[in-house]
């Protein structure tokens, strides 16, 4: 096929294409710097664990309940009343998937508030639950 040249007999025409390569470069500096930074995002929330000897694992396969010393409730990252966290772990535990739920409490925190928490998980058919705690300073 031949294509018509605008700029007259034998001058040479641009390329039309898409340098990709600096794209790329681009998009792996974003996809390194969001790998970095998920991380950061995501521990915002500050609980102080009891101390045990072993410490949960796998807590990246399940739904994470935390409570704050002041006693806030929250159901991954989102602060929830007590009367909401009935609805939204409704709306977000899959029944058919049955995934873990791990309860992060802080170690001022009362029992009762976390026994509070673990009946109404029992109360909506989780049946795998864990209690987050973290390791002792290793002397």
């Known amino acids: 096929m031949k294509t018509f040249n605008f700029n007259g007999p034998g001058t040479s ?3 039309a294409e898409i340098n990709v390569t600096a794209l790329i470069d681009v998009m792996t500096v974003l996809l390194i710097i969001f790998m970095i930074a998920t991380p950061i995002i995501q521990s915002r929330l500050q609980v102080n664990l009891p101390k045990a000897r072993a410490a949960a694992q796998g807590m990246d396969e399940g739904l994470v309940v935390s409570i704050t010393r002041d006693g806030g409730v929250y159901l991954e990252d989102r ?3 007590l009367v909401e966290f ?5 709306a977000i535990y899959s029944q058919a998937d049955r995934p873990p739920v791990f309860i992060r409490g802080d170690a001022s925190v009362p029992y009762r508030a976390v026994m509070e928490i673990i009946d ?5 058919g989780v049946t795998r639950i864990g209690l987050a705690t973290s390791l002792p300073a290793s002397k």
């Open 13 to 15: 025409r641009a390329l």
């Open 79 to 81: 602060k929830l009343s």
């Open 86 to 90: 009935d609805a939204v772990f409704d």
């Open 120 to 124: 109404k998980l029992k109360s909506r």
